[in-house]
């Protein structure tokens, strides 16, 4: 039997864990709430989980939501968790904990290694990916295999500048994709409509209270044809068509996948995308925008595989731990 392996998806407000087995089959999953400190307590977190759910696993795979070196497994740079992150050793410090191999990669990237063995990426290639939610992360596939390099930081989709002169995204640029076409962005534009009561729709689903104000209100306002949140969605999917034509343009990708907490208005955004990228067709062919099919477990999953086959089969890729470096 193929070894068994646990992934862990670190994010902001939730973790979320996918205990796989070797053929890319979730055995179980679940989520806890990402501790508020960061810190210490996000290690022992992670290691509390894994302790639990992972007793059978060969390898663990964490997925952060940030800048990583894959070969030594520190962590470089995570904007949205608290916490002191640069070249802090996460991989390293799980491993002695648990006296098992653990590998570290960007939340996009596990995305993305998920899609592409067991998702809606099987039948291609050449893919780029997008993750849509509180910020926006990419992936590339070339010749059926995920880009991950040892400084795991291409494709960093969501940090395309598309406004010149927009908003401070908190990698200390400006005008980044994920300002405009994010989860929290599309939230951001909803919330004058609540304010003013241009939008009585979003008003009544989120009963006049910005806090109840989401990607899924907004979604559910779209759904019962409410020109704001109809809007909000149009300019998100024009901003991600605008980044998403360029990186094509460079990456020659067959399809375009998108995944994330925002693909549950995907019907709303992504006319959009594809009519951004059908524009290009005269240089890029065609290329089809898909939608991700593992929802929220994707990540995990990803982190999970790519756990197996950097340090259970040894596939090509960063060098796979050594028992000294648990």
Request: include cysteine; hydrophobic fraction near 45%.
């Amino acid at each position: 039997m193929r070894a068994v392996t646990l992934g862990l998806d670190v994010g902001g407000t939730r973790i979320k864990w996918s205990l796989v087995n070797g053929d890319g089959e979730p055995l179980n999953s679940g989520d806890v709430a990402t501790p508020k400190t960061g810190g210490d307590e996000l290690l022992e977190c992670i290691i509390g989980i894994a302790k639990v759910e992972g007793v059978s696993a060969a390898a663990v795979g964490l997925a952060v939501p940030g800048l990583v070196n894959t070969r030594s497994r520190e962590t470089l740079f995570i904007p949205n968790i608290p916490g002191e992150w640069e070249n802090y050793p996460l991989g390293r410090r799980v491993g002695s904990a648990l006296d098992k191999p653990v590998v570290v990669l960007n939340d996009a990237r596990a995305f993305g290694y998920a899609e592409l063995q067991v998702g809606a990426a099987r039948e291609f290639s050449d893919v780029l990916f997008l993750t849509v939610g509180t910020g926006i992360g990419g992936a590339l596939a070339r010749d059926g295999a995920m880009v991950i390099d040892e400084l795991d930081n291409v494709p960093e989709m969501g940090h395309v500048a598309v406004e010149m002169h927009g908003e401070a995204c908190g990698c200390g640029a400006t005008g980044c994709l994920e300002t405009v076409a994010s989860a929290s962005a599309v939230v951001a534009y909803s919330t004058r409509a609540v304010l003013t009561g241009l939008s009585p729709t979003l008003v009544k689903l989120c009963e006049g209270r910005i806090e109840n104000l989401t990607g899924e209100t907004v979604a559910h306002a779209a759904d019962l044809g409410d020109p704001w949140a109809t809007s909000a969605f149009e300019r998100a999917g024009t901003f991600i068509g605008m980044a998403a034509a360029s990186a094509c343009l460079m990456a020659r990708p067959e399809a375009l996948v998108i995944g994330g907490g925002l693909t549950g208005a995907f019907r709303h955004f992504a006319p959009a995308v594809q009519r951004l990228v059908t524009d290009r067709a005269s240089l890029l062919g065609h290329i089809e925008v898909v939608q991700a099919q593992l929802g929220s477990r994707a990540g995990s999953i990803g982190a999970a595989l790519y756990a197996r086959d950097r340090t259970v089969q040894r596939a090509p890729g960063p060098r796979p731990v050594s028992q000294e470096e648990k």
